[in-house]
């Protein structure tokens, strides 16, 4: 099968790890992707993401002639689909966004021929590998003659290339022989069980995924918030509490973010509001602890002002959606930044995973607490576990939301 030539349609932090991950392992590898200066950028064997490990792929990949990018699709024996799949935003429960799907079906549909596989990454609603058949059998395509199956990633940003080979890997297929050829297309690179079902229980079961780690943060993120009305350490109530042996609470934050957990839970919700009541509440409470962030910073503000007699520097610490990683999709922090910017409030802002920002400038770690009244740990990077700044951190009026200084 490693004769085959692999079409990637979407280069981000998904379809680019998968591109060069596949074309390691022998496959002729053509990704497709709408920004051209990522394209430009891959074929000159760099990258234009942070993700350990991911350059030197890319590099060896290209430097190999395995890996070529290109700004429209390409053909190939088998396209794996690799775009977002936002939702709309609007009033009530968010819907979700598929049209990015479907457009790359439709720009797929006219090299399609009898025994490819199409292949579906993106997180993505119940039905919607059925509705990439439906695209293209109104393009004209022969879907009877296709392999067309669902099978999401499962990986943590930060280890990407580690777990997209070690991770076990769930593919449902529309049809029992789609399954069971996508199955052995996986197999030729992951190392993890491979897990077959129908695309229906594929795409609920990714959806899942997200919707538990969403219900465990918020029940975390409430616990945060009674436990400041209660003057209670809420990371020395979890440490206590979890060494009961069945008890394993998590870190709250400042909310969820990312293109996952801070998505996918609405998927569910809009399919079926009726029965999705628990997810529902997990999400709004864990959206609430974000607006509730943003409270509590405005009244330490508004305490720095009353004993200074000027206006407050908030010093923000992360803007990622978690640590030590650029990605900034969904991030509550980016949120709460530029809230408080919004309103008015000076706004200092670190992130020492990228170079820049379209709403902010950013600074050094040392300056922000040189001239910060109020410091506030949105993110727990790295950077800011380092013991030296911890001990300013102590010296300083900090808001911590995800437990640098406990």
Known sequence: MNKKTICVIGLGYIGLPTAALLASNGYSVVGVDLNAYAVDTIN??????????????????????RLKAFTTPQAADIYMVCVPTPFHEGEGIPQPNIDYVLAATRSIAGFIKPGDLVILESTSPVGTTAAMAEVL??????VGQVNMAYCPERVLPGKIMTELVENDRVVGGLTPEATKVVGEFYRTFVHGAVLETEAKTAEMCKLTENSFRDVNIA????????????????????????????????????????????????????????????????????????????????????DST????????????GLAFKPDIDDLRESPAVHIAQSLQGQGYEIIAVEPNIEEHTSFKLVELSDALRTADVVVVLVKHRQFLDLQVKRKLAELTVLDFCGVTA
């Open 306 to 317: 009353a004993r200074t007699g000027r206006k407050a520097k908030i010093a923000c610490l």
């Open 137 to 142: 059998q109104e393009a004209g395509v022969d």
């Open 219 to 302: 029940f975390a993120n409430e616990l945060s918030m009674i436990c400041a009305k209660e003057g209670i350490d809420v990371w020395d109530l979890i440490q206590l509490a979890n060494r009961h042996p069945r008890v394993s609470i998590l870190q709250p934050g400042a909310g969820v973010g990312g293109h996952c957990i801070a998505v996918d839970p609405w998927f569910i919700v809009a399919r079926d509001p009726e029965n999705a009541k628990l997810i529902r509440t997990a999400r709004e409470v864990n959206n609430h602890k974000t607006a509730w962030a943003i409270d509590q910073i405005k009244i330490a503000a508004a």
């Open 44 to 65: 000159q064997g760099r990258i234009h993401i942070v993700e350990p490990d991911l350059d030197a792929f890319v590099r060896s990949a290209v430097t190999a002639g």
